[in-house]
């Protein structure tokens, strides 16, 4: 769960990504976010001097500037990604890139959803899932899978704290409760 700083940051790029006249396009955004986001969190050293405040906050500034244009990140991402340098909130930037996916989803009307099957499923099962999870929520869907042998067949959905239980697993328990009530009658 992000915080309620990242959150509001997150917010911000959201409100930017999606202003009208916006030439960033929202999955541009999440992949250079994300990019960026790995970037950092994949080396220790760039990591200690964008956290070191004996290092000047200009320099910090060119070194990320030199990386971004590899990576080709577009000025909106450069330029937030300068604002949490500016704010020495760096170490915070994967959090604000979760944020950021999840909150720019809400406003683009997509709904999460954790799935968990017995075994990995085909293009068509999930296809299929996804359209009945949308038609049951109304939202268009973004589905995360997993795999857990330990469901015996069938899945599992969870979207927020709601948790649609389609699993083997699942209606045993549910013939076990109904079982042991009807014996303690």
Avoid: C, W
């Amino acid at each position: 769960m992000a915080s309620a700083l990242a959150h509001r940051y997150a917010s911000a790029l959201v409100d930017i990504v999606l202003k009208p006249g916006s030439t960033l396009k929202p999955e541009e955004a999440v992949a250079q976010l994300r990019a960026a986001a790995q970037m950092v969190a994949q080396s220790a050293e760039l990591r200690t001097a964008l956290l070191t405040p004996a290092i000047p906050t200009s320099r910090k500034h060119a070194v990320m500037a030199t990386l971004l244009a590899e990576l080709a990140v577009a000025p909106y991402i450069r330029n937030f990604i300068y604002v949490v340098i500016n704010h020495r909130r760096i170490g915070m930037l994967d959090e604000m890139r979760d944020a950021f996916e999840v909150a720019l989803d809400e406003r683009m009307g997509f709904a999460r959803a954790e799935v968990t099957a017995a075994a990995t499923l085909d293009e068509k099962r999930s296809a299929q899932l996804e359209s009945d999870l949308s038609r049951l929520t109304g939202k268009r869907m973004r589905l995360r899978f997993a795999v857990d042998p330990e469901l015996l067949g069938g899945v599992t959905a969870r979207i927020g704290s709601t948790l649609y239980d389609g699993s083997l697993r699942g209606q045993l328990q549910h013939l076990r409760r109904e079982l042991t009530e009807e014996s303690g009658e």
